[in-house]
């Protein structure tokens, strides 16, 4: 069984440019959580999806948004990039909210 | 919304000697409290888990307790070996959304 997998692996951006990550979830997990984890801290819940909804976001600004596709597949996008912004975001998904699998996350910088 | 406390921050041991990290919560509806590991440069991955309905729950040199009365649930690690070298995170899982303590950055000295 494939596991979670997350697209780019690497990017690098300048201060105001947008960003879009995408992760794909285990087959039949119908959640997907984004993380936020910036160098040497912990996770940041930044928004979590389920069967295509928004169902919650952390204490993030509108910046942060997301969606989830039909096939569970989920995009995160950053607007209006900020040197803090540069983290790894790690993508989970869960079948019927317990055990989290994570994908390998995004390592994004912002110059 | 649920807040969960996790001490200490980091800890360090000899090989072979014992950790315990401890977590605490604060919404008493919580039911689901699972744990995860994070090697450098690699993603979280579940280690142990328990549910509320359980007081202790052990896989081979790992185990968990959970206190529902005093809101707080630790991890055990026995015989520790560089290879537990990471950093553990505890959570604490309300309805479908979990909440993470800040990790504790785990170094075993051979």
């Known amino acids: 069984e494939a596991g979670v997998t997350q697209s780019p692996t690497h990017l690098i951006k300048t201060r105001g440019q947008q960003v879009t990550l995408r992760c794909s979830p285990i087959?039949?997990?119908?959640?997907v959580y984004w993380y936020q984890q910036a160098l040497g801290l912990g996770l940041q819940f930044l928004l979590w999806y389920d069967e295509g909804e928004e169902r919650n976001r952390g204490n993030f600004p509108p910046r942060f948004s997301g969606r989830q596709f039909p096939n569970y597949s989920s995009e995160l996008n950053v607007n209006a990039l900020e040197l803090e912004d540069s983290a790894l975001y790690l993508c989970?998904?869960?079948?019927?909210?317990?055990?989290?699998?994570f994908g390998p996350g995004t390592r994004l910088t912002v110059l | 919304g649920e807040n969960v406390e996790q001490h200490p921050s980091t800890l360090s041991v000899q090989e072979g000697d014992s950790a315990v990290i401890k977590c605490t919560y604060s919404?008493?509806?919580?039911?689901?409290f699972p744990w995860y590991k994070q090697e450098l440069g690699k993603r979280p991955q579940l280690i142990i888990d328990i549910r509320s309905n359980v007081g202790e729950k052990k896989d081979q040199r790992i185990a968990v307790t959970l206190n529902k009365t005093a809101k707080h649930f630790s991890l055990h690690i026995t015989e520790t070996q560089p290879e537990d070298s990471a950093v553990y995170f505890c959570a604490a899982q309300l309805g479908r959304e979990s909440t993470f303590g800040d990790g504790t950055t785990l170094t075993v000295k051979p």
């Open positions: 087959s039949g997990h119908t959640s």
């Open positions: 989970a998904s869960s079948l019927l909210g317990y055990e989290q699998f």
């Open positions: 919404d008493s509806a919580s039911n689901y």
